[in-house]
């Protein structure tokens, strides 16, 4: 089952502005997880941030987790139209080794 | 990092008949899945690919339907066998290094049963 809830399910934004993503948990994580899958193919992987770091960030990516309130953010700068693609948050629980993957977030960047 | 190849990338079958789908690793990985996505949802953990042993099948999915082999660290297959339409979905294989860290995966199975 999805442990994963991503808000919004789908954003639409013009090139140049910012994007959030939201992703919400339900139990106790090792670590939280983004990806980004373009068009139904494979996932890639975009960070990843332990359970007792509070931000992290890589490039244009930032992200945030609360694990008081159980939740994530991704946040994408200066968008391009190339950023267009669906991203997911995926959780590993602690004591376990697979990941628990979320709804997903469909991002359109018009240019 | 890890390149994982996956093949076929997509296939039409008749109902009734098994797809075997096949992953290569160009490197070591300590542990390889099998996920299931359905359009426009999020992947589901079909199993855990175990190295020379039984795969570990999560909730709702059972070897009869979906065998899987990993035969050395670098190589798998999974099985979609007796297939309905209700299989039409892409197959996903992934594997990661480091337990429970980055997962690497194949640019997935579009499967569609007629």
């Known amino acids: 089952s999805q442990q994963g809830e991503e808000d919004p399910q789908a954003l639409s934004i013009q090139e140049g502005e910012n994007a959030t993503m939201n992703c919400s948990y339900k139990?106790?994580?090792?670590?939280l997880q983004w990806y980004r899958q373009n068009s139904g193919r494979g996932l890639v992987h975009l960070i990843l941030?332990?359970?007792?770091?509070r931000e992290k960030h890589s490039g244009r990516l930032r992200v945030t987790l609360d694990t008081s309130k159980k939740s994530s953010s991704l946040l994408i700068t200066a968008s391009r139209a190339a950023d267009t693609a669906s991203y997911f948050c995926?959780?590993?629980?602690?004591?376990?080794?697979?990941?628990?993957f979320g709804k997903g977030t469909m991002l359109l960047v018009s240019p | 990092s890890a390149v994982i190849s996956q093949k076929p990338s997509r296939d039409i079958c008749q109902r009734g008949t098994s797809l075997t789908i096949q992953c290569q690793v160009d490197?070591?990985?300590?542990?390889m899945f099998w996920y299931r996505q359905q359009p426009g949802q999020s992947l589901t953990l079909i199993a855990t690919?175990?190295?020379?042993?039984?795969?570990?099948?999560e909730s709702g999915f059972v070897i009869d339907k979906f065998p899987i082999s990993r035969p050395n660290l670098t190589f798998s297959t999974l099985t979609v066998s007796n297939m309905s339409p209700e299989d039409s979905s892409i197959y996903l294989c992934?594997?990661?290094?480091?337990?429970?860290?980055?997962?690497?995966f194949g640019q997935g199975t579009r499967l569609t049963v007629v």
């Open positions: 941030i332990r359970s007792n770091e």
């Open positions: 690919a175990n190295q020379g042993s039984e795969a570990t099948y």
């Open positions: 490197s070591q990985v300590t542990m």
């Open positions: 992934s594997g990661t290094g480091v337990v429970g860290t980055e997962a690497f």
């Open positions: 995926a959780t590993v629980n602690s004591g376990y080794s697979t990941l628990t």
């Open positions: 139990t106790s994580i090792n670590n």
